[in-house]
C-alpha cells in the first residue's frame, strides 16, 4: 500500500494540541509561519511518498552488506539520503549560521515521523547526525563548529554516536575505551563499540564519529568518561577529508529487522579524536544528543503505528470475509465488531503518542528560549515520551498484523515488517525499563514538583472539558500514585517503575484526545471517546500493580525461576 504523508493531521496536532503558538510567539521562532510549515511538511511530505517509501521494502529484502571491509548499502539508499539532504530534511533544527533551517525542534519531529514511516532503516542516518549536531552547538570549540557543522548540517557528513561496548551495554561507567594525549591537542583512541547505527556508509563524504573513551588517571564510573570527534577521514584545514584514521568497521549486526541501517562493531586502533566539552564530562555533552534521540526514538515507535494503521486499514476495506452482524455495510471486514474495534485502538494510540512527542517537542522548544518550567515539563514528558511512542509502535504494529490475518505473517505483504523493525525501539537509546527508573529516580528528586504541576495542568483542563470527567478523576489517581511512589524507597519504586510510568501515559494520552475533540470535528470527538472509555480506565490496574512497589518481585529464588 503506498505511503500517504499525513500532513494535515500534523498541522491539526500543532495548532490545536501541543500548542505550537507558544513557540512561534517567542523572538527565537517568529519565521516559523503556519505558511512556512506548511511549505515545508508538504515538500518533505511528497520526498517521504515517492522517494523514500519505494525504498523500505529493498532495504528489508536486501540488507546492507559488508563486503572487503566497506560498507554496501541497498540500492536506492544514497539518492534517498542525498534527497532528504538536498531538501534540508537533516537538519532542520540547525543553526542557520552553518547551513541550518534554524526551525523549531517541532517541525523536525513532524518531518521525522513521515520519514521514519516511509523508510524508517534509512531515516535512523539523518537522525544520528541531528543528534550530534546539536551536541557540537553546544560543547564543541569554535574551531570544532566551524570545520564541522557546516558539512554534518548540508548531509555531505553523517554522525554516530559510539558508547556501547561488550561488557558495557546500559551500565555506560564500565567502558574501558581508551583516550591517549598526544601532546597536540589531540587524543589516541583505542578500543571496541558495538551496536553502532550507520557506522559506515557509501553515499555521505565522511562520517563522524562521537566517542565515549576514558583518559589516562580518569575517575572510575561515569564520573570519568570523556567524549571525543573522531572522524572516519581526517579533514585538513578546509574540510576536505583527507588521509583515513586508525578505525575500521568490524562486522555488521545480522538483526530481526531495520536490515537496510548498518548496526556496526566499529574497532579503534589509535585513531585520532578531538575533545568535546571537558575532560571527564563526557556523560553532559553525550546527554545532549541522547535526549535529542530519545524524542527521535519515540517518533519511530509512532512512524511505525502510523504506517502499519494505513495498510491495516487500506486492506480491511478492500477485504471481504465471513457475514457481519452490521446492516447496510461496505461488505468487507470492516463491518465486523472486533476488526472495528482493532482499527480504532490503532488509530487512537497513534493519535496520542504523536501528540504526546509534539507536546514533548514544543516544551523542548519553549525550554531552549529560556523557559524555565518547560525545561522542567520536557524532562519529566522525555522517557514517557520515549516509552509511551515505542510501546504504540511495537502494539499498533502487531494489531495491524492481527487485522490482515494469515497474510499479516506472509513477508511478501510488508507489514511483518513492521513488527521486526519497531521492536528494537522499546530497547536502544536507554530501554523503557531504564525510562521508567529515570521517572522515578531522577525526576523525582524535586520531591516530585515538575511531576506534580504537569497533574495539575492536565486535571484542571479536564476539569474545564465536557467529556473530561473521567479524565480529571484519573488524573487524580495518578497524583495518590505519584504520592505513594515518592514514599518508597528506590527498589521498590524501580518495582513499580513501568507500570506506573504506562498509566502516566494513559493519563496525557487522555488529555490529548479531549483537546483533538474540543478542537475537531464528529470523527475526532468519537475517538476520543473511544480512548476515555475504553483505554483510559486501564490505568487503573497499572497504578494498582504500581502501589505493590517490589513486593513479590523476589519471591522466586534464582533456582526456582530456573525450573
Known sequence: MPYRAPVAEFEFLLAHVAGFARVTATDRHAEATPDTVRALLTEAGKICQEVLAPLNRVGDAHPTRLENGKVRTPEGYGAGYRAMAEAGMTAISADPKYGGLGLPIAVTTCVNDMAGAACLA???NPLMT????EALEHHASDEIKALYLPRLTSGAWSSTMNLTEPQAGSDVGALTTRAEPQGDGTYAITGQKIYITWGDNDFTENVVHLVLARLPDAPKGTRGISLLLVPKLIPDADGTPGVANALKVVSLEHKLGLHGSPTCVMQYDGATGWLIGAENRGMAAMFTMMNNARLGVAVHGISIADAATQA????????????PLLEGGTGTILDHADVRRMLMEMKAETFAA???ALDLAVSIDLGHTGDADQASRAAVLTPIAKAYGTETGIKVANIGIQVHGGMGYIEETGVAQFARDVRVSAIYEGTNGIQAMDLVGRKM??????IHALIDAIEA????DDMGAPVAAMAAALRDATGAMLAMDLNDRFGGAVPYMLGF???????YHLRGARAGDTARKALAQFYITRLLPEAHGLFAQAGQGASGLYDLSPDDLAA
Open 122 to 124: 534509512l531515516q535512523m
Open 505 to 511: 501515559a494513559r493519563v496525557l494520552g487522555a488529555l
Open 445 to 450: 528528586a524535586d520531591g516530585g514538583t515538575a
Open 312 to 323: 491495516a486499514v487500506a486492506y480491511a476495506t478492500d477485504r471481504k470475509q465471513g457475514q
Open 461 to 464: 483542563e479536564a476539569q474545564a
Open 354 to 356: 504523536r501528540a504526546m
Open 130 to 133: 541531528q543528534g550530534q549536531i
